[in-house]
């Protein structure tokens, strides 16, 4: 069954704390992103990857740091740098160069903090 | 920055009424993409329409672009409850998958 796994559903970070949350897909997919929704609002980019060891900066890369050591996997991780981490955090997917542009998005992480 | 913009912000309407969301945008696109999201969810493509089209449909979904205007509207026809949801338009900047989203359409599907 493919498909985008994210994982926790909810994470907890204390004050000063580095969380990682976790993006793994088996869709065979090139590109993976990273995006920030807070309540109400739209979707942010934070960062994204469309090749394996390779990344780029969205709108909102402070505080945040991502590495692409496989395919499969795009790991990103909230430093104590980010103040305001407090959101609902979605990773997505997509085929490089496919006519179908879609994204395909995870079921995504809520990060608190305590 | 976020070039959608959904309208209205959120949508009220009776099962079996069709529901109608509008999405404004800044610069010139390739494609504009419609997403549904439920609740505590991720987003869920529904359809994608591209610059050089003006309408598409898919089930009970029907998509305008109007390019002059820079705008697109969304059209769920015959609603149910289960279309209860939020929706957001997405459009690209020039690299494939790194699209700008609105802010949303929270419809609400009263049975």
């Known amino acids: 069954d493919g498909g985008i796994t994210q994982s926790p559903k909810y994470l907890f970070r204390k004050e000063g704390q580095n969380v990682t949350l976790s993006c793994e897909q088996n869709?065979?997919?090139?590109?993976m992103y990273w995006y920030r929704q807070d309540p109400g609002q739209g979707l942010r980019l934070i960062y994204y990857s469309q090749i394996v060891n390779d990344f780029q900066k969205g709108d909102i890369a402070e505080g945040y740091s991502v590495s692409r050591e496989k395919k499969e996997s795009f790991p990103l991780t909230v430093t104590s740098a980010q103040k305001n981490p407090t959101a609902f955090y979605l990773c997505?997917?997509?085929?490089?160069?496919?006519?179908?542009?879609?994204?395909?998005f995870g079921s995504g992480t809520q990060l608190s903090v305590l | 920055s976020q070039q959608g913009e959904e309208d209205p912000q959120a949508l009220s309407i009776q099962e079996g009424e069709n529901a109608t969301m509008n999405c404004s945008y800044k610069?010139?696109?390739?494609?504009l993409q419609w997403y549904r999201q439920n609740s505590g969810r991720g987003l869920v493509h529904l359809i994608l329409?591209?610059?050089?089209?003006r309408e598409k449909h898919s089930g009970r979904l029907r998509v305008t672009l109007d390019t002059s205007k820079k705008s697109s509207s969304l059209l769920i026809t015959a609603s149910r409850a289960a279309d209860t949801a939020s929706y957001f338009c997405?459009?690209?900047?020039?690299?494939?998958?790194?699209?700008?989203f609105g802010k949303g359409t929270k419809l609400s599907v009263k049975p």
């Open positions: 997505a997917s997509t085929k490089w160069d496919s006519l179908d542009e879609k994204l395909f």
């Open positions: 610069t010139s696109i390739n494609n």
């Open positions: 869709l065979n997919h090139d590109a």
């Open positions: 997405a459009t690209d900047r020039g690299s494939q998958g790194n699209l700008i």
């Open positions: 329409i591209r610059s050089n089209e």
